[in-house]
């Protein structure tokens, strides 16, 4: 494996960024304004948010690991974790209705690895900005 090197700086404004911003984001993304246009609609009332005090630790932890999987080029650690969390969930997601939970899946996890990749490239001082 390569040696990276890594300042203190830019790798503490990359989680900062990561966690900071991209937990800001993320919850109001999926939270405020998702969950709350799905509950709604009168034929969505039915779904449950039964997990959803866990989701924005998981959200938190996810992102650091993402962010430290792209900075160390362990790509496949990524395509294994989403591969878990898919697979633990499908067979909730196959049974009745629950396309807008599995949306809310998709936009969140695609969410999370953009602010792990942008939190990576910053620490590596690689971000375009």
């Not at 009168?42 to 449950?48: D, G, H, I, T, V």
Request: net charge positive.
């Amino acid at each position: 494996m390569e040696k990276i090197e890594i300042s203190l700086c830019h790798f503490l404004w990359g989680v900062l960024v990561c966690e900071g911003f991209g937990t800001a984001v993320v919850w109001f993304l999926i939270d405020k304004v998702f969950w709350r246009w799905m509950l709604k609609n009168p034929k969505k009332r039915k779904w449950n948010r039964t997990n959803w005090p866990l989701s924005l630790p998981l959200g938190i932890v996810e992102r650091f690991l993402y962010m430290v999987a792209f900075i160390y080029g362990i790509y496949a650690w990524v395509l294994v974790w989403l591969t878990l969390k898919t697979a633990i969930k499908y067979q909730r997601w196959e049974k009745g209705d629950k396309r807008g939970a599995y949306n809310a899946f998709l936009i969140g996890s695609g969410l999370n690895i953009l602010f792990g990749v942008i939190g990576a490239l910053i620490a590596l001082d690689r971000f375009p900005f």
